[in-house]
T-cell receptor, first 114, second 111 residues
């Protein structure tokens, strides 16, 4: 398996624009996590899915953020409208057995909002 | 809710030992340890499940004290390749499915 695949790797956008980040989890993994990493806040859990269903989105900072998982092999994280403070590295991770197996991380998307 | 790591940063010489601690205010089901190099994704090191087990590979090992809700990562005879930021991640008991990470501990190993 190619691992967790995220796209794009880098995104530069202007304030107010819509941004969509994409993630393809490892086949057979039924948990998917979206994290945001900044120097100030570290690795924050934004939302996680189990079997394509959003279970906990309490980490989503504002209504400007939304996430979907239309099928087992694809998830999106959307920011609309984007703001400079959204600049961060966004990681997607997937795992199998809840809590008992490792989470595999994608390479991340570095988002810069100017 | 977020686990607390200490220390925040460590500087070592090659061959020296280090301990990184992770503490949670909630009952834990498991503790995960990851290492992240600059500009890269976090890489899995090991998982400890409740039961007070200790694990290790090569010169890196970890312990988990379920009663105290604490875990420690031990790096012995450190190598230059150990440099990076170490994160502990915790799953709460009660099967919530949330993997939450501490703030990280930056380890720098100098020649």
């Amino acid at each position: 398996d190619a691992g967790v695949i995220q796209s794009p790797r880098h995104e530069v956008t202007e304030m107010g624009q819509e941004v969509t980040l994409r993630c393809k989890p490892i086949s057979g993994h039924d948990y998917l996590f979206w994290y945001r990493q900044t120097m100030m806040r570290g690795l924050e859990l934004l939302i996680y899915f189990n079997n394509n269903v959003p279970i906990d989105d309490s980490g989503m900072p504002e209504d400007r953020f939304s996430a979907k998982m239309p099928n087992a092999s694809f998830s999106t994280l959307k920011i609309q409208p984007s703001e400079p403070r959204d600049s961060a590295v966004y990681f997607c991770a997937s795992s199998t057995r809840q809590g008992a197996t490792e989470a595999f991380f994608g390479q991340g998307t570095r988002l810069t909002v100017v | 809710q977020q686990p607390v790591q200490s220390p925040q940063a460590v500087i070592l010489r090659e061959g020296e030992d280090a301990v990184i601690n992770c503490s949670s205010s909630k009952a834990l089901y498991s503790v995960h340890w990851y290492r992240q190099k600059h500009g890269e994704a976090p890489v899995f090191l090991m998982i400890l499940l409740k039961g007070g087990e200790q694990k290790g590979h090569d010169k890196i090992s970890a312990s988990f004290n379920e009663k105290k809700q604490q875990s420690s990562l031990y790096l012995t005879a450190s190598q230059l390749s150990y440099s990076g930021t170490y994160f502990c991640g915790t799953y709460g008991s009660g099967n919530t499915g949330k993997l939450i990470f501490g703030q990280g501990t930056t380890l720098q190993v100098k020649p």
